[in-house]
Structures are given as structure tokens and as C-alpha cells.
């Protein structure tokens, strides 16, 4: 009744007004993407830990208590963390102003390679499609802004504080809305956040143990910044379908450059086999069909949320896409969920 208007307007202007709403809606969440990435960040975290903090609850440890206690550890782990890649800096950058440099000379047998072929170019010519340089200085960009992340995520963890707090009044009006009368909405909305727990804590998981691998393995063959690279993979393996292949690139020009062509592909191969049975052995194995987002769902989505929110977002799409799908397909009741594509 409330929207008969909108349904007498021809279907052009429908479709217009639809797109300039949507239009503004992105441009006010891209606006507060500083706020809305904290949020977010929070209340996946709350999501994820409120099991362990109602574990401890049930054996009577009050649960601010238990927060608080949980909390300061993952605090604590973040401040060691960040402390050891402040220490990392200085290298990184004396690293990203010899890069250039150092991969012109290695790139020498290459443009000899091409000289046989037929194919003159230069290390310099070369250089113009891989700049090690810059992708160097994003990593040591990155890590001079450490300070304000520190800020940025107490911030966070002030929020995760007072939604562990009140999780329980939260899971309590969700299963009252449940029993009312938009039933079919909030069970969805129920089974996304369940399908999104276990999807967070594999992914973690399997961060976590790519990270310790890679950190490993460079250091067992000698690279620089061993520890930071592991650092990375385990940020970046959140990132979906190119993560680890993101993560791949500065060892490998730090292979190059330290040692030979050989070398650089077996750290190549190495990436590959791993992201190979991180992303298709375990992560499947272990959460099962859950998720059902097509490949090139998960790019798009990747492509979409970072645009909006930044790697925040990045991280963060394959969760806020699921959502959004099984909210929409509550939605719309009629439709086949089996005939969408994410299916």
C-alpha cells in the first residue's frame, strides 16, 4: 500500500530511481568506510569468539571478565607483532631503494635469453613490467602507518568489549524474531552468521598455518624478513582466490634477487602447491559447502568491497556477500535457490 506510487512509474524511471539510491547509499558507506571498517571488524570478532567467552562463562568466570581476559591476549599478540615489524622498517626501506638496482642486474641473463630469440630488450624496458621498487615501498608504506594502526584497532576492541558483553541480549531478540513474524528473514539471517562463524575460523586457521609455513620456509633458505613474509601470507590468505598469490610476489623478487632464476621458481612453485592445498584441500575438507560462491563470485565480491572499504573490505567480502545472498533469497521466498549463480 505504502509503495503503490513506486509501481505506477514506468519501469525506466523504477530502474533510475533505484540506481541513483543505491548511488548515494555507496557513496555515504565508501564516506565512512573508516567507521564502518571498525564496526565490521568488531563484530565479526564477536561473532567468531562469543562460543569461547560463553564456554568460560559456563564455567563460571563472569563474562566481562573472560572479554576482558581475551582481549588483552589478542592485544598482546597484535603489540608483539607490530613491534617486531617496526623493527623490520628500516631494512624494508633500505630494501625498496636497492630493488631497482639489483633486479637490473639479475634481469641481464634474461635479455641475453632474449637475445638468442631474436627479441631485443633492455633490464630497463624489463623493469617497466615488474617495478620491485614500488612494490616494496607499499609494504614499508604500510608499516610507517603502524602507529595509527595500533589506535585504529584499540578502537576495535573497545567495541568487541561491550558486544561480547551484550551478545547474549543480542542472540535472545534474534531468537524472538525467529518465532515472530518475519520467521523466514531472521532463520536466514541466522544460518548466514553460523555459515560465516565456520567460514572465519577456518580461514584463520588456515592463515594462521600458511603464515607459519611460509615464515618457516624462508627462513630455512635463507631469506630477509622471513618472519614479515609470514606475516603477510597470513594477512593476505583472507583475501579471496588471489591472496596467497599476492603474497607470493615480494619473496619471490627477494629470491631473485638474493639468489637465481631457479631458486625464484621453486619459491613460485612453493606458493602455488600451498595455496593449492590450503584453498582446495583443506578449506574445503574442513567447511564443507557451506559457502556456495562461485569463483568468480568471490572476485567480483573481492573487487567490489575493496573498492568500497578498502583491503577492510577486501577481507571481509566473502562474509558480507554471503550475508547479503541469504538475506536476499529470504527475501524473495519464490525464487530457486539453486538456479542462482553463486550456487
Same mark, same amino acid.
Given at each position: 500500500?505504502?509503495? /503503490? ?6 519501469? !525506466? ?42 564456554? !568460560? ?38 630494501? /625498496? ?29 624489463? *623493469?617497466?613490467? @615488474? ?28 567495541? *568487541? ?8 541480549? !543480542? ?7 525467529? &518465532? ?6 531472521? !532463520? ?6 553460523? /555459515? ?5 575460523? @577456518? ?40 591472496? &596467497? ?15 637465481? *632464476? ?17 584453498? &582446495? ?45 541469504? @538475506? ?16
Amino acid at each position: 500500500m505504502g509503495l /503503490s506510487w513506486f509501481t505506477l512509474w514506468p519501469p !525506466l524511471a523504477r530502474v533510475l530511481f533505484i540506481l541513483a539510491c543505491l548511488t548515494i547509499i555507496l557513496t555515504g558507506l565508501y564516506l565512512a568506510a573508516p567507521l564502518i571498517n571498525q564496526v565490521l571488524l568488531a563484530m565479526l570478532l564477536a561473532i567468531m569468539l562469543d562460543p569461547l567467552i560463553t564456554r !568460560l562463562e559456563n564455567k563460571r568466570i563472569p563474562r566481562i571478565v573472560s572479554s576482558l581476559l581475551v582481549i588483552m591476549l589478542m592485544l598482546l599478540i597484535m603489540v608483539v607483532t607490530i613491534l617486531k615489524l617496526t623493527v623490520l622498517t628500516p631494512d624494508l626501506m633500505q630494501l /625498496s631503494r636497492q630493488a631497482p638496482v639489483l633486479l637490473a642486474a639479475r634481469l641481464e641473463q634474461l635479455t641475453l635469453a632474449f637475445a638468442r630469440l631474436d627479441i631485443g630488450m633492455t633490464p630497463d624496458q624489463l *623493469l617497466t613490467f @615488474v617495478d620491485a621498487g614500488a612494490i616494496v615501498r607499499i609494504v614499508t608504506a604500510f608499516l610507517t602507518q603502524i602507529p595509527g594502526v595500533i589506535s585504529w584497532w584499540i578502537m576495535v576492541f573497545l567495541m *568487541l568489549l561491550f558486544m561480547l558483553y551484550e551478545m547474549p541480549l !543480542l542472540k535472545a531478540a534474534l531468537q524472538q524474531r525467529v &518465532s515472530g513474524k518475519n520467521q523466514a528473514f531472521y !532463520l536466514a539471517l541466522q544460518e548466514g552468521i553460523e /555459515s560465516v562463524i565456520v567460514y572465519a575460523r @577456518v580461514k584463520t586457521l588456515t592463515s594462521i598455518l600458511g603464515g607459519i609455513i611460509v615464515g618457516l620456509g624462508a627462513h630455512l633458505i635463507g631469506l630477509k624478513f622471513a618472519f614479515f613474509w609470514g606475516v603477510l601470507m597470513f594477512i593476505f590468505n583472507y583475501v579471496p582466490v588471489l591472496g &596467497s598469490f599476492l603474497a607470493a610476489i615480494p619473496p619471490v623478487i627477494q629470491s631473485y634477487i638474493m639468489f637465481d *632464476l631457479q631458486v625464484a621458481l621453486a619459491v613460485s612453485g612453493f606458493f602455488m602447491v600451498l595455496n593449492l592445498c590450503l584453498s &582446495s584441500v583443506i578449506e574445503p575438507l574442513l567447511i564443507g559447502k557451506r559457502l556456495n560462491l562461485a569463483l568468480t563470485t568471490q572476485l567480483l565480491a573481492f573487487l567490489f568491497w575493496q573498492a568500497l572499504l578498502g583491503i577492510t573490505g577486501g577481507i571481509l567480502a566473502i562474509p558480507l556477500t554471503y550475508l547479503i545472498k541469504k @538475506v536476499l533469497l529470504a527475501s524473495n521466498p519464490q525464487q530457486d535457490p539453486e538456479s542462482e549463480l553463486t550456487q
